[in-house]
């Protein structure tokens, strides 16, 4: 199994239908995104299989064809994004994935 790590905020919403379709059989963490009214218009979560996710979030995709998509919401806000009032998860969620994978992912960020 492969599996792509991008940098926070390296991948636009707009961009993650061409990421799924480029990724394949590997498993990319597209990045993380902010979630603003635009992204949740766009409604591009809920056209791969994700959640919706909240208002003001910051969440990573976690692209997997095998096992599905995930959405993983950020634990902690770094002080640029406490000033932006972002949101954050009130609990860790590992992402499960392939058997040929030693075990869950947890994308943690600063």
Not at 20 to 34: L, N, Q, R, Y
Not at 86 to 104: K, M, N, Q, Y
């Amino acid at each position: 199994m492969k599996l792509v790590v991008l940098p926070e905020y390296s991948v636009p919403a707009a961009a993650l239908e061409a990421v799924v379709e480029a990724a394949g059989d590997m498993v990319v963490v597209a990045g993380s995104c902010f979630v603003d009214q635009a992204v949740r218009k766009s409604r591009v979560f809920e056209r791969l299989g994700m959640p919706r996710p909240g208002l003001r979030q910051s969440v990573a995709p976690v692209i997997n064809a095998k096992s599905g998509h995930r959405l993983v919401a950020k634990l902690h806000a770094v002080p640029e994004e406490a000033r932006m009032n972002v949101a954050v998860a009130s609990e860790w969620e590992p992402v499960p994935l392939p058997d040929t994978f030693s075990g869950p992912l947890d994308r943690r960020s600063c």
